[in-house]
């Protein structure tokens, strides 16, 4: 009894704190990390949602672009690179090479290119300067989110410029954002373990703000569900909200759950559906600042990214042509990661949300609400449930 009403009690105040508007601490993250109720975190994070959006979820139209699959760092978690050693096993693109799979896409519906991939000398500062003023040449309006901090660490200390004149390059050169990746797990103490030799997080952290300095917008990510406890996650949070308070730069973040194939932590379980949800709402109730929150659907399944647009996000990423099948490499239940617009659309109105078409900035493009496509009545789509107040 002592338990249940220690439990109502924290979510009460917590309750109380958000719909007063008052900010909620890590101690109070921490706490509905250990003690809410699924219902609860459920709840609170879409009544948040639903202030900020009402029903609408959005999705753009964009599609991947992964240099190389080849990579200086060794990372405990990742499923996707191979090491220099094993370089016959990976592709390394030419920037021809990229650029014939940007031309591909003349004709094609998509907004914007989304560029990361592995760590390589070749792949320097006037490499991928030339591929971003190419790419903004051949093709002006396609928006360009381009690159990770990690990258950005390697290939401005290689050049040696300063973090500084080396974004600013960046940006002249023809990137519009930043994505997310690279952040992982800010803490050190996790740090170290899962991607020793890689930017530290401060270092994370600063190259986004200098971005932010710059006028640009990115998006920030965190990698749970292996070796981190509650508490590492909470201060990754608190690290993006503090930056965040200081920018205003970020648009979105982005939670990833970590998959156990073909890494080094492969004897990890992954977590489960209760546990992703949890994380999705609770990212939502902590981070106040942070416009939208996104959920991969690829790296999660259709059915669990359904859900989560009753926890707190707002946004499934899109339609994504992932041409080298990064997702599936890390033990995605996606073994064909693209969906058409009809897709993802009847996928949002199956849960009673509104689906809206954003560029990377996200302004809308297309309500597709009542937006009727000649094949509806014969479409199979997937789970459907009902509504939450």
Known sequence: MLDIEYK?????????????????????????????????????????????????????????LEPTNVCLYTCTFCSYSRLIKKREEGWEYSLEEMMDIVKSYD??????IHIVGGVLPQYDLKFYTDLFSQIKKHRPELHIKALTPVEYHYIFKKAKVSYEEGMRLIKESGADSLPGGGAEIFH??????????????????????????????????????????????????????????KTGGFQTFIPLKFRNKNNQLSHLPETTVIEDLKNYAISRIYLDNFDHIKAYWPMIGRDTAQLSLSFGVDDLDGT????????????????????????????????????????TLYNVLTDYTNHEFEDDKHFKGYISLPVSN
């Open 8 to 64: 109502n009690a924290i979510e009460e105040s917590i309750h109380t704190k958000v719909k007063s508007g008052q900010r909620i601490s890590e101690e109070d993250a921490l706490a509905l990390f250990n003690d809410a109720s699924l219902a609860f975190l459920g709840i609170l994070a879409n009544e948040i949602r639903e202030a900020k959006h009402q029903d609408r979820t959005y999705f753009n139209k964009n599609f991947h």
């Open 107 to 112: 004709g094609k519906d998509v907004t914007e």
């Open 188 to 245: 050190p103490e996790i740090r170290d373990q899962i991607a020793g030799g890689k930017c530290s997080g401060e270092e994370w952290l600063r190259i986004h703000e200098i971005w932010h300095e710059l006028g640009q917008r990115s998006n920030a990510t965190m990698l749970y569900g292996h070796i981190e406890k509650y508490e590492h996650r909470v201060d990754h949070l608190s690290k993006l909200r503090m930056l965040q308070d």
């Open 320 to 359: 994504i042509d992932d041409t080298t099948k990064i997702y599936t490499m890390a033990g995605s239940e996606e073994q064909a990661p693209t969906l058409s617009t009809q897709e993802l659309v009847q996928m949002i109105r199956r849960v009673g949300r509104k689906p809206i078409e954003r560029d």
